[in-house]
């Protein structure tokens, strides 16, 4: 017996209705068919797969690829009553999950990608039924994607040893490009594809060559209320900056992957409850941290791509309300960035040069910002949105430089 997604909707989850897109996707998933979801941050993407798996009988296995984001996705799910567990190595408690799972008492399992080629995990998925495969963070699977993680190929074998079980990949960013390679890795129906709207049109965008880069970010932060993010490029630049910056007025805090994990995580939890801090972190800081009210993000360096750009400024403003974006670019990061493709495997260059040739462009260009970017992902928005720097105070013509545009062309 299937239950009525809306039912569930409001009395699991709470919510007077389905946003955007979502409804589309349920439909499908609940249906059984393949599909891929392609919805930008803070969209309401776990929606999306949490629904069916207590609508359909069985259990969900959820594919996600950082354990860190697995524990907070069950941490959520089970605030709204749900059945979720994780299954990765760090876990002290697997023998109790795999017993919970194989008696059909999860609704929802996390795995890391890595664990689906093991013939043991296949066995254990046999054990009970399954409502539905869904595979988060579903661009890590396409070399064309800003983050391949060659575990998520591991995937499709899995997922043609049940064939019978539904599957849906889920995905913020994804270039024409990539979505046609994520819909062919994971074999789903070339109608599988469900794009919701890429405008957040409560996010000001704002790109600067730096100059003096400490003391931008202070004036820049000091015009900012609350809660905000600096990315830096390394692990030194974010402590570096933090100590910069201290004196800007505002509580700051660095973030990265090597700090030590209590600290680490003392640090999120403070800036999620935090209501004017500034968290100057590596990008390892954003993925699965849940506060709507961010309200800037500032880049002091060239991010990877149009789609790590989108996506970490994307953690601004999740609430609806004014929110800003701003960028400070050097081209010394353009032309680091033309060295590494030196480095790069030679089926993968051309890619990347053409990553780094929109970024080129977005950052030098006197047009529209949020155009550029919404072009990028196959949408066709107005020439003019009036709430980016371009156009509320258009550059002259004369002024508009192609340093980086040349850097990558000699
Ligand atoms: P994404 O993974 O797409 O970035 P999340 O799944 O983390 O987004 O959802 C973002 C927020 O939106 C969460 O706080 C979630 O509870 C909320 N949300 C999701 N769907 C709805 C809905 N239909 N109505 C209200 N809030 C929703
Ligand atoms: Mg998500």
């Not at 629904?51 to 907070?72: K, N, Q, W």
């Not at 100057?280 to 002091?300: E, L, N, S, Y």
């Not at 066709?380 to 105070?393: K, T, V, W």
Request: charged share 25%; aromatic share 6%.
């Amino acid at each position: 017996m299937l239950a009525d997604p809306l039912d569930i909707l409001r009395t699991t989850f709470g919510f007077p209705g389905f946003r955007g897109v979502q409804a589309d996707v349920i439909d499908r998933v609940m249906a059984g068919r393949g599909t891929l979801a392609v919805m930008p941050t803070g969209a309401g993407k776990s929606l999306c797969y949490q629904l069916p798996a207590l609508a359909r009988p069985g259990t969900a296995v959820v594919v996600s690829p950082l354990i860190a984001l697995m524990h907070d996705q069950v941490r959520s799910a089970e605030a709204f009553g749900i059945q979720a567990a994780t299954l990765t190595s760090a876990d002290s408690d697997r023998e109790e999950t795999m017993r919970r799972f194989r008696e059909g008492a999860l609704d929802l399992l996390y795995v890391a990608p890595e664990r689906a080629s093991g013939e043991g995990f296949r066995n254990l998925l046999r054990t009970t039924e399954l409502s539905l495969f869904a595979i988060d963070e579903a661009h890590c699977v396409s070399e064309w994607g800003h983050d391949f993680r060659p575990d998520y190929r591991l995937l499709r074998p899995l997922l043609d040893a049940f064939p019978e079980v539904p599957r849906l990949a889920l995905t913020a960013t994804a270039d024409a490009h990539t979505r046609a390679d994520i819909l062919q890795q994971l074999g789903l129906p070339e109608d599988g594809l469900i794009v919701a709207g890429f405008d957040r049109p409560n996010i000001q965008y704002r790109i600067s060559p730096r100059d003096g880069l400490a003391t931008q970010l202070k004036a820049f932060i000091a015009e900012q209320p609350g809660a905000g993010i600096v990315y830096a490029p390394t692990r030194d630049a974010t402590e570096r900056l933090a100590a910069q910056i201290a004196d800007a007025g505002r509580e700051t805090r660095a973030y990265h992957a090597g700090l030590d994990p209590a600290v680490r995580a003392r640090n999120q939890r403070d800036f999620v409850a935090s209501e004017d801090m500034v968290m100057v972190a590596t990008i390892a800081f954003g993925m699965g941290i849940d506060k709507p009210d961010v309200r800037f993000v500032a880049h002091a360096g060239l991010p990877k791509s149009i789609e790590a750009y989108y996506q970490e400024t994307g953690r601004a403003g999740r609430d609806g309300d004014p929110a800003v974006a701003h960028l400070f670019w050097g081209a010394e990061d353009f032309a680091r960035a033309r060295k590494r493709l030196g480095e790069v495997d030679d089926s993968r260059v051309a890619g990347e040069r053409t990553r780094l040739t929109a970024l080129a462009h977005l950052v030098e260009t006197a047009e529209c910002r949020r155009a550029i970017l919404l072009r990028h992902f196959g949408e066709h928005p107005a020439e003019r949105c009036g709430n980016c720097d371009n156009c509320l105070n258009p550059p002259a013509t004369t002024d508009v430089t192609t340093v980086a545009q040349k850097l990558l062309s000699a």
